[in-house]
């Protein structure tokens, strides 16, 4: 049984700093591309950013470049999102994803076989 677990969420003032992991387990995690996404209140789930399978690539959402860095470490089965700078629009559940295809887009939530259940995000100003 495939299971994503997400930690590190938390409230923040603005202009701070949080680091969410995702664990995973029953599945080979080297063969998955994880990516992240976020669901504001009253908003669609948004792309985050993502890293290929062995790290070799990483994606990110415009308006976050910079801000935000996505890693992953495949001996321990975790990826990480390291979120700086942070701003009240970075408020939302932040939800990690696998994606087992060998190759395609990792923007959209289509692409995820697999999601974790969430963690809270709230920044305030």
């Known amino acids: 049984q495939v299971q994503l677990v997400e930690s590190g969420g938390g409230s923040v003032q603005a202009g701070g700093s949080l680091r969410l992991s995702c664990s995973a387990s029953g599945l080979t995690f080297s063969d998955y591309n994880m990516g992240w996404f976020r669901q504001a209140p009253g908003k669609e789930r948004e792309f985050v950013a993502a890293?290929?399978?062995?790290?070799?690539?990483?994606y990110y959402a415009d308006s976050l470049k910079g801000r935000f860095t996505v890693s992953r470490d495949n001996a321990k089965n975790t990826v990480s999102l390291q979120m700086n700078s942070l701003t009240p629009e970075d408020t939302g559940i932040y939800y990690c994803?696998?994606?087992?295809?060998?190759?395609?887009?990792?923007?959209?939530?289509?692409?995820?076989?697999?999601w974790g259940q969430g963690t809270q995000v709230t920044v305030s100003s």
């Open positions: 890293i290929t399978r062995i790290g070799s690539r990483v």
């Open positions: 994803a696998a994606d087992r295809r060998p190759y395609g887009s990792l923007y959209g939530a289509d692409a995820y076989d697999y």
